[in-house]
């Protein structure tokens, strides 16, 4: 006996246990140390700096035409990326479209999250009948391939920018919802919520410190794994011409009025489409990151 | 197998489950018609139709009824097969769409099919070999499935193959600008490329999930089981493939479903005339009952897909439970 006592007298002192230093402080820790993840997340902000600060970073002006010198080859003296096919430089295009393209992403993403968040956790917490009029109703949104109902909804509104976007939050707002109902019904029967409830937490004190606290993280993640989808589809709407309307600079309907000069500027009419590709790959791997850092399966 | 007779209540079940979400879908279309701004009727009257003129028309199309009524009138209709007259052709939208499917299901079966034989194969290597060079090059091409812009993937595809190297015609669905793809030699030409186009978003899809399956049946114990049993390394193989496939295939089958749904791009680069280019020219001409008949007709496509492969899939897999 003497014996293990001593054994246990000559364990050396472990450091004392840091103090937590908070979850997303976790999260952050985990998504530097992703190297895919840090650098999809510069390109992001590069992208997204340039269109900001478009009018210092831009070396011409987006809309000035020149008949005399159309569809330039990238490298051009003048024209770094080239020209249109109406003689507007297109480095600077390509710049001011990330201002729209971004815009036309984001902003449906923005809305579903916050639109389907609120709608799921309703029907979530809520439960019993409502949450399957809710879930129902989300059901039928579900029997339209994403496509097809952005441009179902899009090409009944008419063009233009408020209706693409109007029409993405709606193809985004059921699938968003979808997500935050399960996870809030999980939530929801959890033993810390039951003793909340029994201790005399109303329903507002436990959706804001229980459900809130718990849901919000996969939600979002789910939200941004959609943003690659929505910059994909807003540029495909301009490029539909159901979008952004000329003379806008905006990489979908740049792709598409450029589309006829395939066969003089091959280059330079595919260039809108790289930037939608990248800043799409880019935040398909930065969600990928998160995800991973959050540990949301 | 399951018993006939248990698949019989299943599958009656689902169509059970199914029908208020084809009345929802139906609810829907019909509402397209009135979101839209403006009088539905501005595209058939001309600008200087008398106010007489206007109501005539405006009860000749039911337009004076309230709009329960309108519904009910017109999903009746809907159920005979009567979709109304495109407002640009005069014809009927039913034999207008029809005509359009045939070729949208071509295409977009050539590119499932495409994107299961390479998606299954990037999955299976990726999955087979974790953590490995082929592993991280498989993810990565399932990652770039996933992202490209299909509709810039194909200006590039024809800007190399058409435009560059002359190998395939840029647009069309055959030689002189036929309406209708037939399986000959010329033809095939013409769907390589939006075939290849296309079958890029599938194949990303069905990479990562035959991946995720493949990592996750290998980890299993039957599969140490089998190899501790002395079974050669393609006899495991044999089982990871009939494990994964019924997953495998319900993907692909939704798959599909997403790219009939999802052509319109596509098929607008390369002048497809399937129900893509057809939605296009409704989009562009006002043509609402032209509209709204195709994306009903492709909707309810799309639900009846989910249902089959629902059905099928429990029918082949005795792991899921019929409920």
Known sequence: MAAITDIGLDVPRLPAP??????????????????????????????????????????????????????????????????DELGRDMLSRIIYGGRLSLLMGLLPV??????????????????????????????????????????????????????????????????????AESVTTQIRTRDYVEAARASGAGPLAIIRVHVLGNVLGPIFVYATSLISVSMILASG????????????????????????????????????????????????????????AMEVK | MASLHAMLIYTLKRLLYVTPVVIGVSIICFLLVHIAPGDPLSAVLPADATQELVD????????????????????????HGDLGTSIATGRSVASEVMRAVGNTLILATVATVIGFTFGTFFGFVAGYFRGSPLDKVASLVSVLGVSVPHYWLGMVLVIIFSVELNWLPPTGAGP????????????????????????????????????????????????????????????????????????ALAVMGLQLGYLLGGSILVETVFSWPGTGFLLNAAIFQRDLPLLQGTILVLALFFVALNLTVDVVQTGLDPRIKRT
Do not use: C
Request: charge should be positive.
């Open chain 1, 237 to 292: 709407l301009s490029f539909l011409g159901l979008g952004s309307k000329p003379p806008e600079p905006e990489w979908g309907l740049m792709l598409n009025t450029l589309r006829t000069a395939i066969y003089v500027q091959p280059m330079v009419a595919a260039l809108p489409g790289v930037m939608i590709f990248i800043t799409s790959i880019s935040f398909n791997l930065l969600s990928d990151g998160l995800r991973s």
């Open chain 2, 56 to 79: 005539q028309m405006r009860a000749a199309y039911g337009f004076d009824k309230p709009l329960p009524v309108q519904y009910a009138l017109w999903f009746w209709k809907v159920l």
């Open chain 2, 176 to 247: 002189d600008g036929s309406a209708a793809w037939r399986p000959d030699a010329e033809h095939l030409r013409y769907i390589i490329l939006p075939a290849i186009t296309m079958s890029v978003i599938p194949m990303g899809v069905i990479a990562r999930t035959v991946r995720a399956l493949v990592a996750d049946i290998l980890d299993q114990e039957f599969v140490h089981a089998l190899r501790a049993k002395g079974l050669r390394e393609f006899g495991v193989f044999r089982h990871v493939v009939t494990n994964a496939a019924p997953t």
């Open chain 1, 18 to 83: 840091r103090v937590g230093r908070g979850y997303w402080a976790g999260v952050g820790r985990r998504l530097l140390r992703d190297p895919v993840a840090v650098a999809a997340a510069i390109v992001i902000l590069a992208i997204v700096l340039a269109a900001v600060f478009a009018p210092w970073v831009a070396p011409a002006d987006p809309y000035r035409a020149s008949m005399l010198r159309r569809l330039r080859p990238v490298g051009d003296a003048l024209y770094p990326l080239g020209s």
């Open chain 1, 110 to 179: 923005a809305f579903a999250f916050i639109a389907g968040s609120t709608i799921g956790i309703l029907a979530g917490f809520v439960g019993g009948r409502v949450n399957t009029a809710i879930m129902r109703t989300v059901d039928v949104f579900f029997a339209f391939p994403s496509v097809l109902l952005a441009i179902a909804l899009s090409g009944a509104l008419g063009a233009g920018i408020i209706n693409a976007i109007a029409s993405l939050t709606v193809v985004f707002t059921p699938q968003v919802t979808r997500i």
